[in-house]
């Protein structure tokens, strides 16, 4: 009542009582249910309880549905639906299984709840914090069931949105190989820094591809021997074409447009898994382990870097 008349709840809009208790039978609440609903009643019940109800924290609710004319009472109630019976916290994570079992395999039913209840929550959070955000409409939450179900696909593989936002602390891979491998071919420092983003988005989210055992047996290591394949066949080009005097001058060229054929590097893992940091970040792993690298001397030049360091 309060919300409608400071203009907070529009007019038009739907209002819903959903509540783990049951409603008493004959009350006003029970001729609200969505079905075998009795809104003239309801309003006579509650004129009556506005009435004589000595409740002092619902009286400016009280007085407020008194003021109102009969049928703007009753094209309140008409928007009103209690939902009783709801399940408990406890239960809501049964029932939500029970709700998508049919939109993904059995063993990657927690793997999809658990993305399709996080974008809720951080939905729902900004919807309560901004008012300007758009009300959540359920075409939007279809939306995101119908996305969460391509990215399960046997041919796909979810690329989750938190890695990609994740803040990556560039000064913690300074030492890492496939960034002295960058450095080496004499590109800038934001490509460098852009190496790092993949690196970092590439490890966690096939690390949580393993750890949901959404990946199959040996898949990643198949991947992996594509991309080197791969590489080979660049880095064998460029290389044939340097010879074997070239300076280091024209050797860094080579290098920088090796490291360009990375960065516009495109081989998915699974054919709809098309975002480049998942290629990308996978070559610079490789990398790390220097089983490929980009300048054509990497490793005469980064040989030194996996020697265990000598005891003092």
């Known amino acids: 009542m309060e919300g409608r008349a400071n203009k907070a709840i529009p007019a038009d809009g739907q209002l819903f009582l959903v509540t783990t208790s049951d409603v008493g039978a004959g009350s006003a609440a029970s001729m609200l249910l969505a079905n075998e609903r009795n809104v003239d009643e309801a309003s006579k019940r509650l004129a009556h309880t506005a009435t004589t109800s000595t409740s002092q924290t619902n009286a400016p609710a009280y007085e407020l549905f008194r003021d109102l004319a009969d049928e703007a009472r009753i094209q309140l109630l008409e928007s009103v639906t209690v939902a009783p019976q709801a399940p408990s916290i406890d239960c809501t994570g049964g029932e939500l299984r029970q709700e998508v079992r049919l939109s993904v395999r059995r063993q990657h039913v927690d793997s999809f709840l658990s993305r399709l209840e996080g974008w809720w929550f951080g939905r729902a959070l900004r919807q309560m914090m901004d008012a300007e955000t ?26 989750d949105q938190d890695i990609l936002d994740a803040e990556v602390d560039a000064d913690a891979y300074e030492n890492a190989i496939f960034v002295h491998q960058a450095k080496l071919t004499g590109v800038g420092n934001r490509r460098v820094l852009a190496a790092i983003r993949d690196y970092f988005r590439a490890f966690e989210q096939r690390s949580r591809w393993m750890r949901e055992d959404l990946l199959l047996v040996g898949e990643l290591d198949r991947y992996e021997q594509h991309l080197r394949e791969e590489w080979e066949l660049e880095f064998d080009r460029v290389s044939d074409e340097l010879g074997e005097d070239a300076a280091e001058d024209v050797k860094r060229r080579a290098a920088q447009a090796i490291y360009t054929w990375v960065e516009k590097s495109c081989f998915p893992i699974r054919k709809q898994v098309k975002h480049p940091s998942m290629s ?9 382990r220097l089983h490929v690298g980009w300048h054509p001397d990497f490793i005469a030049r980064l040989q030194h870097l996996l020697e265990p360091k000598e005891a003092s």
């Open 134 to 159: 758009l009300p959540i409409l359920s075409n939007e939450l279809e939306s995101e069931l119908d996305d969460l179900r391509e990215q399960f696909k046997l041919n796909a593989l979810p690329v």
């Open 280 to 288: 990308r970040g996978s070559l610079h792993i490789l990398a790390d």
